[in-house]
């Protein structure tokens, strides 16, 4: 059984490029998905922030100055009704790297 991983760890084994790919253990066997996007991060850079989650602090001068503002990451696969999902469970030690 693979080691279960949150896509920040992924990303960093992928030599920090996006349109790898994973599953995730709430899905269907066989359902994959397309890592595309990570907020704020640009591909082929190092994630800013402290492992494992990289969460980011609100600037003083926000509304929510102080509090933790948490990435999300985009995943496409056709069987997503709209052709991709926004998760918020980026940093949730659920994904697996697959290789379709």
């Known amino acids: 059984m693979a080691v279960r991983k949150n896509l920040f760890e992924l990303y960093i084994e992928n ?12 899905w269907s066997d ?23 989650y990289f969460n980011r602090i609100y600037p003083d001068g926000h509304e929510k100055a102080g509090a933790t503002w948490q990435r999300n ?6 069987w997503f009704d709209k052709g991709f999902q926004v998760t ?11 290789y379709p």
């Open 15 to 26: 030599n920090y490029k996006l349109g790898f790919c994973v599953s995730r253990d709430s």
């Open 30 to 52: 066989g359902k994959y998905a397309k890592v595309v996007a990570i907020d704020g991060v640009v591909d082929g850079q190092p994630i800013e922030g402290n492992p494992p």
């Open 73 to 78: 990451a985009r995943l496409e696969a056709e």
């Open 88 to 98: 918020t469970g980026a940093g949730g030690y659920t994904w697996t790297k697959v």
